[in-house]
């Protein structure tokens, strides 16, 4: 390759961009004259909504969705209409989407509809690295796998002609190592596509048993006809080379496999899901050992050998986590078709841990020190504050998905858990999903406290606007949620506003919240540190010849707080990292020997 | 410069270089310096990383790849040419990522100690941090250079600039001009902060100049990691008088190691008596003097 560079955007002439994955898949949207977006923000899918946001609101209607199923039935709605409509969740969005979309595979599209789901092999930034592919399956639509950037542009495009020529929602399926790859794409002007608009056909679009039992033959059939597109479409790729094994692959385990093997035969799929048959049978039968190279579930593997071909797969290369050159070398090299690595001798060095902590002057750190001390039972959920499921704030004893925690803390108090039982969620979770339980709570009358952590953003994901903020993801002032009325009017008599920092009133309040007899809320109100503005004051400093080691600061698990080279009886004094300490005054707070003081000036 | 390890001329496989350091150092800045600047001269590139914990202090590294043509974006353990570490120990945990016998190591002496590492309250302990000194280094690698990047850069009025001072070592070992180098870091830096920069990058450059030409300069002699842990023979004791316990609690809610609880008549004991550190907390802590910490050693 061989293209000179242009940084400069030229949003009209074909250009050549250095794009991320997630960049790349929305240059690809924007080029395919999508009219309506939507999407929730979970890493790794969270670039592709922020740069869809930055085309013009003349060429396009964006939003940040209050949860996946609400964004699919946007774009689901804009579909219906007549637009090209487009919506990107992570992997496990998908779930909350999913019913949604188990419908919306029975009606089909009008105008074309892309879904696009980042999967976090590896576990990441996740609860779990489920296969978006088995999903597709599930759902009879198809699924396509781009391997780089610029295939993900591409994909995106062609994505929208077989949505539309099919009938059919259509999955683009990224990985975290896809989206977060950046690498040169021949970018192309926007087409104009004119919006069909609506056409009265009820028949199609309204899901009840009647109709949904003449569209599912349809369904089956649609699946076929894209099977048999797939045989001749440049989707699917055949690279002749030797023939001693040939490997079926696609995504970036094709990447790999060009990296450790180039001069192998290779079967490129382009779309995981529907398979084309005689391809694979033509290719089998061409080389003698066949191997499929897939990240994750066996999700072609078993198609291919349901089709009576001998196939190897998982059985050389893992089911879990995220594949890489070095594996699939290795899983080659076991199945003695080449050789394997040389060893490295290792170079002993032990690395140190080191764990993602919350930043300084969090404001979550405050609530789960009170949290800590209050031998409750709490039910965590999904956010920046899962990190307080370790020492030194270990304060949360489970987290299972978004939304979570409320409705897991009413089935602990139902089953007889004697401490006081607290659910703690965040603002942005709250919305996505919080609402339904605490409502739900009130109602079957429940015995627990719940904790709105409003940081007024959607923090962990790296501050993107929700219904809490006042801000849409234009930044245009809109209605900004209160979180106490909402309460109030689902049925909580106990609702108390707390500010994080100030300790002392915020142990008492949960002390209270607990006591109560009832659902009771606590909304721990303090601005993140970092999003939207990052914040900071002035920094404190530790008196040294007042220090007496106790560590009691050091509970905060705050990265400005250090050890120093002084002790007092043997132990570490501490210092704080006067650039990284925001003025927060919480390590003050807890100081026993009150030697933490604002830097004199 | 009179040693060139990536010479951009010659080479038809792939360069790997991968930068590595802890959220919020300017690790993706330097890497997509390096790409662009890579891309510019005609190669195919992929940079890589992973997002998601980069702000919350946790470990970042970026994979820069260039060639005639790059397939995997990351790069296979054993095969970096180069890795450029914002931070200490953040080299040291990725050490075995270099080409043996040929990787160069390029890196900032700088240490970021984590809360994590602060966590041993028994007497005498020491920090979790990484022990292994530059010159404990320079014997495991092809070529070292540890230079104390952050003060060369505070020195100039930025601290941040640290990655910068980097990547201008980094180019005494790339036959690339320097012009090129300082447009391509003027397109990805906002103007307020391009003199600085400007000024670290030939800091960086200067440094690895004189380390080339003079291998005893490669690195910072006067750092010294920190001492092994050696902790006291430290037997100690925990006395409770129920009289005077008052069932308030706050013992057991501040105790460090979560040693402590309430018994059925909900007097305060030493549930973990192993798990104790000795530290006094509770002691200083009990507001009706009910608890007395014994200690044997006394430092």
Redesign the interface.
Known sequence: ?????R?AKSAASEDVL?LMGNEAIARGAWEAGVKVAAAYPG??STEIMENLARYPASDLYVEWSTNEKVALDVAIGGAFSGARAFCSMKHVGLNVASDSLMSQSYIGVHGGLVLVVCDDPGI??SQNEQDTRLFARLAGVPVLEPS?AQEAHDFVKLAYEISERFDTTVIVRST???S?????VRVGPRETVASKGFVDQPSKTVAIPANARRQHPKLVAREQAIAEYLETSPLTHWEKGDTKFGVITGS?SY??V??VA?WASVLKLGAAYPLPEKAIREFAASVDRLFVVEELEPAIEKEIRALGIAVEGKALFPRCGEL???LV?AGLAAAGVMAA??V????A???????????AGCPHTATYLAL??L?ARVAGDIG?YT?AAV??LRSIDTTVAMGSSIANAVGMAAAGEPRPIIATIGDSTFLHAGLPPLVGAVYNKANITVVILDNAITAMT?GQDHPGTGRTIRGEKTFKVDYETICRAVGVSWVRKVDPYQVGKLLQTLREATAFKGVSVVIAERPCV?DPVKIKGAPLAINASGC?A???C??L???A???SEE?Y????K?EIDQ?ACIGCTLCAQVC?SDCIQPVAS | MNEIVLSVAASTTPRNVMVVGVGGQGVLLISKALALIAQKQGFHVKQSEVHGMAKRGGVVFSHVRFGTKVWSPTIAKGEADVLIALEWAEGLRWLDQLRPETGVFIADVRQIVPPFACRDRRLGAATRYARETPAEVAEKVGESYALDATTIATNLGEPRAANTVLLGVLSTSMDIAVDDWLTTLDQLIPAKSREINRKAFQAGRDWGEAAHADPTLRFDKSRIAAPASAPIENAVSIEIDSVWCKSCDICVKVCPERCLALNAEHIAYVKTPEACTGCHVCEWLCPDFAITVRTSAVA
């Open positions: 390759m061989n293209e000179t560079v940084v250095p890493t790794p990441h930034s780089d975290t190592r896809l977060h790859t950046r690498s040169a970036t990447l790999y060009k990296e180039p890489s050159p070095e070398r690595a040389e490295v001798a290792p170079l060095i032990e690395p140190m841990a080191r764990p993602p902590v919350l930043c800590r001390s031998n920046c990190l020492e030194p790296g970092l007496v106790c560590q009691s050091m509970n698990g705050c990265p707080l250090v050890w002790t009886e043997g132990r570490h501490v650039g026993l």
